[in-house]
């Protein structure tokens, strides 16, 4: 998959077929679209593009709103798209000049200037231009001006699979992993850096490895224990069992949220590295013991049900 981040660089695409949006979670119904725009560019001896924004436009269009919480950050974005085979991705940067652009011209001068489409497929919901004036049907007013076909994913379609990016946020917001990633269709993932912690879980005979995650706007699911497995970028081909505690250590009364990964069968310095963990279930919700041997006897008990669901 090619990856272009520029709009003044891009090559003369060959028999385009495009499809637009912010594929957060590249989920079940976002892969409808994929799967559909890759078999037309087959079709057509032709080639699959994917366009999309960084910054997400909410964070550009509303700056105060720190609300928004993200499936993906961008790099775990574009490794999703290529794994699902999309020949090229566009990732167009978001301004609020690019979002004041009139519809009509936001068709002509950035989709057709651009990317010369022969087809384009979108969601039943796909809104564009300025005050997101711009539709389906505006985009089938003007096929035969430019001369590209248009198809619709129908809400029918998506309702079908009964995908939304929110009903998936919802779910690792209340700890539902499980059913977050059949909704996803893939196994829903957290990158970050191992950084120092004040290393409870050394005391505790399960050292852990703190993880510091950069992107302010990537959904950290409910706080509580979770099996995982675990990646580093360091070995990208070995993948390590872990047990997962995000919250605020309530036994040693902690005062912030944390996210801690004991990786079992493991003993290396990682203090730096870059782990990616993928959530594979919730086993329990995080309480406070009355003492640490009480704690120790239930992590116990979390390896006992990480190490047989991994098994």
Same mark, same amino acid.
């Given at each position: 998959?090619?990856?272009?981040?520029?709009?003044?660089?891009?090559?003369?695409?060959?028999?385009?077929?495009?499809?637009?949006?912010?594929?957060?979670?590249?989920?079940?119904?976002?892969?409808?679209?994929?799967?559909?725009?890759?078999?037309?560019? *087959?079709?057509?001896?032709?080639?699959?593009?994917?366009?999309?924004?960084? $910054?997400? $436009?909410?964070?550009? +269009?509303?700056?105060?709103? @720190?609300? &928004?919480?993200? /499936?993906?950050?961008?790099?775990?974005?574009?490794?999703?798209?290529?794994?699902?085979?999309?020949? !090229? &991705?566009?990732?167009?940067?978001?301004?609020?000049?690019?979002?004041?652009?009139?519809?009509?011209?936001?068709?002509?001068?950035?989709?057709?200037?651009?990317?010369?489409?022969?087809? +384009?497929?979108?969601?039943?919901?796909?809104?564009?231009?300025?005050?997101?004036? =711009?539709?389906?049907?505006? /985009? #089938?007013?003007?096929?035969?001006?430019?001369?590209?076909?248009?198809?619709?994913?129908? @809400?029918?379609? /998506?309702?079908?699979?009964?995908?939304?990016?929110?009903?998936?946020?919802?779910?690792l917001q209340t700890g539902e992993?499980?059913?977050?990633?059949?909704?996803?269709?893939?196994?829903?993932?957290?990158?970050?850096?191992?950084?120092? =912690? /004040?290393?409870?879980?050394?005391?505790?005979?399960?050292?852990? %490895?703190?993880?510091?995650?950069?992107?302010?706007?990537?959904?950290?699911? *409910?706080?509580?224990?979770?099996?995982?497995?675990?990646?580093?970028? %360091?070995?990208?081909?070995?993948?390590? @069992?872990?047990?997962?505690?995000?919250?605020? !250590?309530?036994?040693?009364? =902690?005062? #912030?949220?944390?996210? #801690?990964?004991?990786?079992?069968?493991?003993? *290396?310095?990682?203090?730096?590295?870059?782990?990616?963990? #993928?959530? +594979?279930?919730?086993?329990?919700?995080?309480?406070?013991?009355?003492?640490?041997?009480?704690?120790?006897?239930?992590?116990?008990?979390?390896?006992?049900?990480t190490r047989k669901l991994l098994?």
């Open positions: 998959m090619r990856v272009f981040r520029d709009l003044n660089n891009l090559p003369a695409f060959k028999n385009s077929v495009i499809t637009i949006g912010t594929f957060d979670g590249v989920h079940k119904g976002h892969q409808k679209l994929i799967e559909r725009i890759n078999f037309l560019a *087959k079709q057509n001896h032709g080639e699959s593009i994917i366009i999309t924004f960084h $910054p997400h $436009p909410r964070i550009v +269009i509303n700056p105060q709103d @720190k609300s &928004l919480r993200l /499936l993906n950050t961008i790099e775990e974005k574009i490794a999703l798209l290529e794994k699902y085979g999309v020949d !090229n &991705l566009v990732i167009v940067p978001f301004s609020r000049n690019f979002s004041e652009q009139a519809a009509e011209d936001y068709v002509q001068h950035f989709l057709v200037k651009n990317f010369q489409p022969k087809n +384009i497929v979108i969601g039943y919901d796909h809104k564009f231009g300025k005050d997101r004036s =711009g539709d389906y049907h505006l /985009l #089938e007013s003007m096929k035969a001006q430019f001369g590209y076909s248009m198809e619709e994913i129908t @809400k029918e379609t /998506l309702d079908d699979i009964g995908i939304s990016s929110t009903k998936i946020r919802n779910s992993v499980t059913l977050a990633n059949e909704l996803l269709g893939h196994n829903y993932s957290l990158t970050g850096t191992v950084v120092r =912690g /004040l290393q409870n879980g050394r005391k505790l005979g399960y050292p852990t %490895a703190n993880l510091q995650v950069a992107d302010e706007y990537k959904l950290i699911p *409910k706080p509580g224990i979770y099996v995982v497995r675990v990646t580093d970028a %360091a070995a990208p081909d070995q993948i390590h @069992k872990g047990m997962l505690s995000i919250g605020y !250590n309530p036994t040693f009364e =902690g005062k #912030e949220q944390t996210i #801690e990964v004991n990786i079992l069968d493991f003993d *290396k310095d990682i203090y730096g590295n870059t782990l990616t963990l #993928e959530f +594979i279930q919730h086993i329990r919700n995080e309480k406070k013991f009355d003492s640490l041997d009480a704690l120790i006897a239930e992590i116990k008990n979390d390896e006992l049900a098994s």
